[in-house]
């Protein structure tokens, strides 16, 4: 199984980046998972979506090219980061590469909740609008107090954490094989 992920923060050091790629090496015996840069992403364009720069030609490829995404969203002002509805305008248009393709979605923050109102906001956007992801249910990763979560490596060391997770992947996988 390939997955795509696509991290809703641009910062070097972000959580949800470690995050993505603690899923990127623990599982990487059993699915691909290949980070996806929204750095290079331009913002969305009307007067380009027909005609897009490269960099969203390529971005909307590998989604395209993928078995599923994996979101892992911070939570900005209670809901979703600019950057990240900006790669969700390029991807829900035109050839709308997210049609019907099976998301799971993870986030982590300092605060306690962890990312739970950007996680709803992001569910209402890809499963009822016109992008219709679906979204494995029931299997929410609220990675809260993540600054003490994390090790200075940026490696996620909570045992309690990794095992939820690890619980969670299981059920994705079981999920997908059914989906598909």
């Not at 962890?114 to 009822?128: N, W």
Request: hydrophobic letters at 45%; glycine letters at 6%.
């Amino acid at each position: 199984m390939k997955i795509v992920a696509i991290v809703g923060s641009i910062r070097n050091e972000s959580y949800n980046l470690q995050l993505a790629k603690h899923i990127h090496s623990r599982y990487a015996d059993q699915f691909e998972v290949e980070i996806l840069n929204l750095k290079p992403l331009p913002m969305y364009n009307q007067d380009e979506e027909l005609n897009p720069p490269l960099e969203v030609i390529d971005f909307k490829a590998k989604i395209k090219a993928a078995d599923a995404v994996l979101w892992v969203t911070p939570e900005y002002n209670a809901t979703i980061p600019g950057v990240l509805g900006n790669a969700i305008d390029w991807i829900s248009r035109v050839d709308k590469v997210m049609h019907g393709k099976p998301s799971i979605i993870m986030g982590a923050s300092m605060g306690a909740l962890g990312t739970v109102k950007a996680q709803m906001h992001l569910r209402d956007i890809l499963f009822a609008s016109g992008i219709n992801s679906p979204l494995l249910p029931m299997n929410e990763v609220y990675v809260g107090a993540a600054h003490t979560k994390f090790n200075e490596q940026g490696q996620l060391v909570d045992e309690a954490t990794v095992k939820f997770i690890d619980s969670v992947i299981v059920n994705f996988q079981e999920w997908m094989k059914n989906y598909n």
